[in-house]
């Protein structure tokens, strides 16, 4: 046993924890830049399979986003937020191939729809918790599934293709080229995260942490708990569509899967694989999944087999998540 | 009137089919607080293992015995040997367990894809129920009405254990207050394995019993237990005699949107589990109100 750990057991004093909070919050900013810079370079730096998996680690990232606000922002675990993302490119979908609207229109038609949707759905939801939150949840996207199945306007189990990406040909530019459409991918996924920054460190982000610690105290202290609830749903909902948008525009295409359970399931994965108590967790648990799921893919054919392994091995060994394990690696340190 | 009547009976099949499963999920929710979203996984087994057996014996009957056992057995050895310790070392918190079972659901499907393939297979209906039955002016399959006299056969079974036996006693003793029972000196680890064990060994044998009717594929568990979770939960989780009521009014629901309303067969237990949400969040037939 060395000298170092001896020390590093003996509880921190007020200064050195305030000490030890400033380098944190360094170390979180020049990581931050650094992804960011990385981000912005990647075209450059490889391949353009490289670019390939980013566009969907920021994709999972926005979906995932949206779960945390739920599950680790509010701590309600839904196992339905495949329904909004689903929603999200179906609504697009519907919008432009159906209706012949223009994309610009669609997208926020698509939000304003989901969000009035997710607000009633949501009034519903919250009046449960714990599991049986997370089964209504799930049988509020089977009711979708089974809609978009079965609908003539969604074109049943065989999808709707032909969804358009944006039009950027106003500066010069082709959203078909995977280079733009990252930046652009990049771009929104930029917004939506400091968006969700800032909701959780909102004084309704702080409401919604004291519901996550005890909902009887929250209600206790005046707060309208079921309202708070309800607006938590909706902008996670909103977030889910987004992802949903982008994903059906990276395919140019969208079917019934991505409203299945599983989706929902592997949301919730990256958000645990992450960390479900902090605003990077998210994109870090999309980053490792799809990472993971690509270097299964090479190795084996079963990925469903995998998958429910790593779920499993995940849940029981870092419930926490890795940017919990690498603070507390940190923390050890100094 | 005669297509009317055919659809109640399959309508009581579907549902002793679906109680098989819901029968088990709501004990172990009731005893054990865990939501066990792997309990599709033990259908699926327990069809497989029919499969693996009737097609090698060539005897269903032999497969109807053999396939609820490697449930039952899988049952036993998950909840003493992963979720108990888990739930041991601080993962009480039920939602942890119902992620890790969600896990076991989809690692199963896979792991059964890879032994099997994707392919459907079938057991073929026994000789001795192969034909129709005349039942009220109606003629109707042998094999489905054995079905519901299965279902019928478990839940005045299930009744009995859980109204007049010592056993029985105990289960709903451990629902009610689970520290007390263990101050009292059962051996709760022991009965939480029992129990786990014998929910899995009803789904393992809904599995077997569904294989003549069903095709049997490595997904069919993740398809039917969702229709579970709403039986369980429009009867109210861990009410034994709900889940009976509820599996009724899913499967007859369920006859009856197949046959009538076919455009809305894929959602209308969904929106029938969500006006009971609306109404009585806490199900149906739930009498006594549980504390957040």
Redesign the interface.
């Given at each position: 046993m060395s000298e170092e750990a001896t020390i590093a057991r003996t509880p921190p004093t007020a200064r050195e924890t305030v000490a030890l909070a400033a380098q944190v919050q360094r170390t979180t900013c020049v990581l931050a830049a650094a992804v960011l810079l990385g981000a912005l370079a990647l075209p450059w730096l490889s391949a353009s399979y490289a670019t390939t998996l980013a566009i969907e680690i920021m994709i999972g990232g926005i979906f995932a986003s949206g779960i945390n606000l739920l599950l680790g922002g509010t701590g309600l675990?839904s196992?339905g937020q495949g329904m909004f993302l689903g929603l999200g490119g179906y609504g697009i979908g519907i919008g432009t191939t159906v209706l012949g609207l223009p994309l610009w229109l669609s997208v926020p038609a698509t939000l304003l729809v989901v969000a009035i949707l997710a607000a009633g759905i949501g009034a519903?939801?919250t009046?449960?918790?714990?599991?049986?939150f997370?089964?209504?949840t799930?049988?509020?996207s089977?009711?979708f599934?089974?809609?978009a199945?079965?609908l003539r306007l969604t074109n049943g189990s065989d999808g709707m293709s032909g969804i358009p990406r944006p039009d950027l040909t106003f500066v010069g530019l082709n959203s078909d080229n995977p280079v733009v459409f990252y930046y652009y991918v990049l771009i929104v996924t930029i917004f939506a995260v400091a968006a969700m920054r800032r909701i959780i460190s909102s004084p309704f982000g702080s409401v919604l942490a004291a519901i996550r610690e005890s909902?009887?105290r929250a209600a206790a202290m005046g707060y309208a708990v079921g309202r708070y609830k309800i607006g938590a749903f909706v902008i996670a909902a909103i977030a889910c569509a987004a992802a949903g948008v982008l994903q059906a525009q990276y395919t140019y295409f969208i079917n019934p899967d991505s409203m299945s359970?599983?989706l929902s399931?592997e949301g919730?994965l990256m958000v645990?694989i992450g960390g479900a108590t902090t605003v990077a967790g998210p994109l870090v648990g999309a980053a490792v999944f799809v990472l993971a799921k690509q270097g299964l893919s090479i190795v084996t054919t079963?990925?469903?087999?995998?998958?429910?392994?790593?779920?499993?091995?995940?849940?029981?060994l870092f419930?926490n998540g890795l940017v919990e394990a690498l603070k507390a690696a940190l923390w050890s340190k100094s | 009137m005669q297509v009317f009547l055919t659809q109640v009976l399959n309508g009581l099949q579907l549902s002793m089919l679906v109680y098989l499963l819901a029968a088990g999920l709501t004990l172990i929710f009731g005893l054990m607080n865990i939501l066990n979203l792997a309990h599709g996984a033990f259908f699926t087994l327990g069809a497989y293992c029919g499969v693996v057996v009737g097609s090698s014996t060539g005897s269903f009957w032999l497969a109807l015995l053999v396939g609820p056992l490697l449930p039952l057995l899988l049952g036993i050895a998950l909840q003493s040997m992963v979720l108990q310790p888990l739930a041991e070392r601080g993962r009480s918190t039920h939602l942890d367990l119902a992620l890790l079972t969600f896990g076991l659901l989809f690692a199963t499907a896979g792991a059964v894809e890879w032994l099997f393939g994707s392919a459907f297979l079938s057991i073929p209906t026994p000789m001795a129920l192969s034909g129709h039955l005349d039942l009220l002016g109606i003629s109707y399959p042998a094999y489905r009405l054995f079905i519901i006299g299965i279902g019928l056969a478990v839940a005045a079974a299930l009744t009995f254990v859980f109204d007049r036996t010592l056993l029985g006693a105990t289960l709903r003793a451990g629902v009610d207050n689970r520290a007390m029972v263990t101050a009292l000196g059962v051996n709760i680890n022991a009965l939480f394995a029992i129990v786990f064990g014998l929910g899995a060994a009803l789904a393992g044998l809904a599995g077997v019993i569904a294989a003549p009717l069903t095709s049997v594929y490595s997904q069919m568990g993740i398809t039917i237990v969702v229709e579970t979770f709403v039986v369980v939960v429009v009867g109210g989780l861990g009410n034994l005699r709900g889940s009976f009521y509820a599996s009724l009014i899913v499967g007859m629901t369920n006859a009856m949107s197949q046959a009538y309303l076919p455009e809305v067969e894929m959602f209308a237990i969904y929106a029938l589990l969500i006006g009971v949400m609306i109404v009585r969040p806490q199900g149906l037939f739930r009498s006594v109100e549980r504390v957040a």
């Open positions: 675990v196992l519903v939801c009046r449960t918790r714990g599991v049986e997370l089964l209504i799930l049988a509020f089977q009711m599934f089974g809609a199945i079965k909902e009887r359970w599983q399931g919730v645990i079963e990925y469903m087999m995998f998958f429910g392994i790593f779920f499993m091995l995940v849940v029981a419930r | -």
